[in-house]
């Protein structure tokens, strides 16, 4: 009986033909070792931001279920052409979509999540010993609608499949080598870390690092998922995703700049009005964090959302609360992420003091068992990133 493996390849690793060249070397040195091989994809370079782009520009706020439809063929594209390369090179490949894949989702479209996975279809092309290539990102609601699992929800269908498939690892292959004490691209003495938790690494994606969705983490700790995070172009170990390991230092510093306040206040006021308006976002796929209250007798509330739900965010409180008034600005968020890192009363101090050189002003702060996190009332450079990268990881 062949062990299973399932390996991701992000949209860098699937930019062009020379790349997909590359890519499918990688899944031919798994299928020779006699792996039963699953393969999930993600769409090419920027499509998916080309496709949003194109999509604009025929509506401000495009429907949700026709921007699924849309979306979800950048990762056709790909899983077709790496199936169309690997047939041509002598090996037996069958491309599946999500729903042809038995991916399942239930909630809002655009950020739905898995119900479960039918896994027939690609068991059944195990047993020939096929390659499976299948679209991440993707699958099909009750409706029989197409269904998007947010951004970087290629790497959850990866994870999910290897749980359904019981995968003795999943691969996350990128253009990076592994996981970093913080983004390489911003401080360029980051280091590549060895083993992460899973505690950890959901902290890191959740505050924002662009490495791996933070809902394949879960999957990946609820099932004993092995994840290791490498290069797709570079021949090195990678970061290993495990169980908890007691420590005391920070293993990664996450700078978010995508992030923006919203202000919110009408002289109309009753004290169920807060609920009322945060469940409202939640149910329309826009989450709200760092929330603050000041409300008494008219509304006065702030709290974040992602940036790029500023648009729909700014349609559906203009329909549902045409009498607010809504503010908004850019902030900066900074988390300190390591299991335990309480233990180290220095880690709060030399955080404190660096933003104090920066005259930066704190809106509020979150602290955790394995993680210290700031919102800034203001952005900040990357100076400050690498300066607290000098003195707690350096």
């Known amino acids: 009986m062949h062990s ?48 949003i782009q194109e999509a604009k520009e025929l509506a401000d706020v495009p429907n949700e279920r026709e921007m699924d439809v849309l979306l979800s063929s950048g990762e056709q594209m790909s899983m077709a052409k790496i199936s169309i390369l690997l047939n041509r090179l002598g090996y037996q490949t069958v491309s599946l979509t999500g729903w042809q894949a038995g991916i399942y989702t ?11 996975i039918d896994t027939s279809r690609i068991q059944k092309e195990l047993e020939k010993h096929h390659i499976v290539i299948i679209a991440g990102f993707q699958g099909m609601n009750q409706n029989m609608d197409i269904t998007t699992l947010g951004r970087g929800g290629s790497d959850t269908t990866a994870v999910a499949v290897a749980a359904a498939l019981s995968a003795d690892e999943c691969y996350i292959f990128s253009d990076v080598a592994g ?13 590549k870390l060895e083993r992460v938790s899973y505690e950890e690494m959901l902290e890191i994606s959740s505050e924002g690092a662009k490495v791996l969705h933070n809902r394949c983490i879960e999957i990946g700790k609820k099932f004993q998922i092995p994840i290791i995070a490498k290069s797709t172009f570079r021949n090195e170990e990678g970061t290993i995703i ?15 700049d995508a992030i923006l306040r919203i202000h919110l206040t009408s002289p109309q006021y009753k004290s169920t009005m807060v609920n009322e308006i945060v469940t409202f976002c939640v149910t329309n796929g826009i989450l709200t964090q760092n929330l603050v209250n000041n409300s008494t007798d008219s509304l006065d509330i702030s709290f974040t959302i992602k940036s790029d739900k500023l648009a729909k965010f700014q349609n559906l409180i203009e329909t549902q609360y045409p009498k607010i008034e809504m503010s908004y600005h850019n902030v900066t968020r900074i988390a300190m992420i390591g299991f335990g890192i309480l233990n180290n009363e220095n880690n709060l101090k030399e955080l404190m003091n660096i933003l104090a050189q920066n005259n930066t002003d704190i809106a509020c702060m979150e602290v955790s068992e394995s993680k210290i996190a700031v919102l800034l009332n203001q952005t900040v450079s990357d ?12």
């Open 4 to 51: 299973t493996v399932v390996l991701k390849f992000g949209g860098s690793s699937c930019a062009d033909n020379e790349k997909l060249n590359i890519v499918a070397n990688k899944i031919i040195e798994f299928y020779e070792l006699d792996y039963n091989v699953v393969v999930i994809v993600s769409a090419q370079g920027k499509t998916t931001d080309k496709l």
């Open 106 to 116: 239930a909630g809002a479209y655009q950020d739905s999540k898995i119900d479960y």
């Open 179 to 191: 996981i970093y004490s913080t983004d390489p691209h911003k401080v360029s003495n980051a280091k």
């Open 242 to 256: 495990q169980n908890k390991i007691e420590d005391s230092t920070i293993k990664s510093i996450v700078k978010n």
């Open 383 to 394: 100076v400050v990133l690498e300066q607290l990268h000098q003195k707690l990881i350096s």
